[in-house]
């Protein structure tokens, strides 16, 4: 990964946040979602996943794309999905990154994830596995994920302990339903000698529609800002920088590298600025056109706007903007709110206000579109179970 700035940059930036904000030669973490394909159908999926799209990238093409990172200089690459593990090819596609020196981080909610797999995967170098829960035990987790999810995902911890993988990672997207789970989840973690990513729930994909049921109050949002502060080895992603608000400022960039400093490839190739604003106005290009990722990354139009100086718009009264930098981009885009406008979970309440005077206006909200869905999958109203078939090839 090259620390070049990609645009004309001052002898001595203020800060590396700000140089960062500028955008750099290659961007420092990549999600590439292979598939739209899964097998659960979780009530807060960002890419509404469930069925593949004909319009995959094909094997060669996704060949093609790991050439392209590792002649950028990429460390790693985070793949995910739906479920990645669907691809009939997933297994060689990351065995051909990591021999071309691309590592890879692939999130899976682990019910393929079976012990020849495991074993699989420990003989591999520079693979890192993270198995997403979203409740630390059967019932939370499986009211947002599934009936059988919660067992699945600790069957395939299990087989990747006793494979001796070494440490993966527990991932859960926060919500005011397991906020309370915070220890039993660090717990659990331990018991592996894994280690505990936490990231924010935004309103994309299927979020859009449980995002208002599930997203924390702002009495949780506190309890979770001091919960992180005392533990800076838990792993955030830097999904929590609005927070910083609050005081001082979580571990990380803490601000939003939304085509500065991160993007995301979809399953057909087209690239965005981040893995949560899978919408059109956020689309940069496709790995299919002329001069590929690479061009897209550094020459396309909507991430050479993103990278100028972004105004502070109604935050600039605010003496918390430099701590929080307005907030997430695509938490504001899928609620209706400006672009310049506060943080729909502004820790001030500025953004539940702006939220209400919306309400008095003629706004049509941005819709993710209908994304991937199966015909039946659980909504918000009925949590309709999920039941899961796994498969045992190996």
Same mark, same amino acid.
């Given at each position: ?50 069925? *593949?799209?004909? $319009? ?11 050439? /392209? +990172? !590792?002649?950028? %200089? ?122 505990? *990513?936490?990231? $924010? ?11 208002? /049921? +599930? !997203?924390?109050? %702002? ?176």
């Amino acid at each position: 990964m090259s620390a070049d700035p990609a645009l004309p940059a001052p002898a001595r930036p203020s800060s590396l946040t700000d140089r960062f904000s500028r955008g750099l030669q290659a961007p420092i973490c990549l999600t590439w979602e292979l598939t739209y394909g899964c097998n659960l159908a979780c009530v807060h999926c960002l890419s509404s996943s469930g069925r *593949r799209d004909p $319009r995959e990238l094909t094997p060669a093409e996704a060949r093609g794309v790991v050439d /392209e +990172l !590792h002649d950028l %200089q990429v460390f790693y690459v985070n793949i995910g999905g739906g479920e990645p593990m669907i691809r009939p090819d997933f297994f060689d596609l990351i065995s051909y990154a990591v021999d071309r020196g691309v590592g890879v981080k692939f999130s899976t909610n682990g019910t393929m994830l079976t012990r020849e797999r495991a074993a699989t995967l420990a003989g591999m170098d520079y693979v890192d596995v993270q198995i997403s829960i979203d409740g630390a035990d059967a019932a939370t987790n499986d009211d947002v994920r599934g009936r059988g999810a919660f067992r699945a995902a600790r069957q395939a911890m299990d087989n990747l302990a006793e494979a001796g993988f070494g440490p993966f990672k527990i991932s859960i997207v926060v919500t005011r339903h397991n906020v309370a789970q915070l220890d039993a989840f660090e717990r659990l973690a331990e018991s592996y000698g894994a280690q505990l *990513r936490l990231t $924010r729930l935004r309103p994309s994909g299927r979020g859009a529609d449980t995002w208002e /049921e +599930l !997203h924390p109050t %702002q009495e949780q949002q506190r309890t979770l800002y001091h919960w992180l502060l005392d533990r800076p080895n838990v792993l955030t992603g830097d999904s929590f920088f609005h927070l910083s608000a609050l005081g001082e400022p979580l571990e990380g960039l803490n601000l939003c590298g939304a085509g500065r400093v991160v993007c995301l490839i979809d399953p057909v190739g087209d690239v965005y600025a981040c893995p949560f604003v899978l919408h059109e106005e956020f689309r940069a290009g496709s790995v299919r056109d002329a001069g590929g990722f690479t061009r897209v990354w550094r020459e396309s139009e909507l991430f050479t706007e993103l990278r100028e100086p972004q105004s502070a718009g109604a935050c600039a009264s605010c003496g918390s903007y430099d701590a929080c930098r307005g907030g997430c981009m695509a938490s504001k885009f899928f609620t209706g709110l400006p672009l310049d406008g506060p943080d729909p979970e502004c820790v001030h309440g500025h953004g539940e206000a702006a939220l209400e005077q919306l309400k008095l206006q003629p706004v049509v909200v941005p819709h993710p579109g209908p994304g991937h869905s199966k015909t039946r999958k659980p909504t918000a109203a009925t949590r309709e179970p999920v039941f899961l078939t796994l498969s045992r090839r190996g």
